[in-house]
């Protein structure tokens, strides 16, 4: 029972890794109205010096967890290894297929976009809530909250805006959406979480009661 539990934790983690890069996947094929802090590094890497957006998300993924490996180990988990991988890997696959909506440069791009986020924000809300891993970028930004003693929010807005001054300078897509990006995605990404950590948490008491009852 408890590994049927784990199964379905693991599951729910990589499909919600899977919609996430989804979405990043819709938000790229219209970056002229902005990006992601983080996705605009990757794209600026990848215009600059080549790779894949993909190949940039997992390498700049890895450089993360070693530096939240050095200020703090248990921020790091086998899901935020997982979490670099399957995100690279499957942007790089959605933008490989090449079945998203594309840029019409019309007002049906910020329709696009926004859907984009949304799907961002659900498939975060849903990767997040098994508590398999917080991904690199999360864990790392936890690590210097911890180390600092500021507050996440403080440092997440430090780093994000550090990160997107460095995709700036070498010529990442930073538009109107790059700041919306938060607005429309933290509270869905809220929402989603509370309700699948609610739903994992009764499915646990219904698989396992008598470990739920030792508790």
């Known amino acids: ?3 049927a539990m784990i199964y379905i934790r693991i599951g729910v983690f990589v499909i919600g890794l899977m919609i996430f890069s989804l979405g990043i996947s819709v938000t790229i094929n219209v970056q002229h109205l902005g990006l992601h802090p983080w996705d605009v590094l990757n794209v600026a890497l990848f215009e ?25 180990r248990t921020r790091v988990k086998v899901g935020t290894f997982l979490n670099a991988i399957i995100v690279g890997s499957f942007v790089d696959f959605y933008l490989w297929l090449d079945f998203l909506p594309k840029a019409t440069h019309t007002w049906t791009d910020m329709l ?5 986020i949304i ?52 010529g ?18 809220q929402y989603v979480y509370l309700k699948c950590w ?12 008598d470990k739920t009852r030792a508790m």
């Open 1 to 3: 029972m408890v590994a």
């Open 48 to 72: 600059k010096v080549g790779l894949s957006i993909g190949s940039w998300n997992i390498i700049i993924g890895f450089m993360l967890i070693g530096i939240s490996l050095l200020l703090d």
């Open 112 to 116: 696009v976009i926004i859907a984009g």
């Open 119 to 170: 799907i961002m924000g659900v498939g975060g809300g849903i990767y997040n809530s098994p508590n398999v891993g917080s991904g690199p970028r999360d864990g790392f930004m936890l690590s210097i909250a911890d180390k600092t003693g500021y507050s996440i929010g403080g440092v997440r807005i430090g780093v994000e805006l550090g990160i997107l001054v460095i995709g700036l300078i070498i």
């Open 172 to 189: 990442g897509p930073v538009f109107v959406f790059t700041f919306i990006f938060t607005f429309v995605q933290s509270p869905i990404f």
């Open 198 to 209: 609610d739903y994992l948490q009764k499915l646990e008491v219904k698989i396992s009661p």
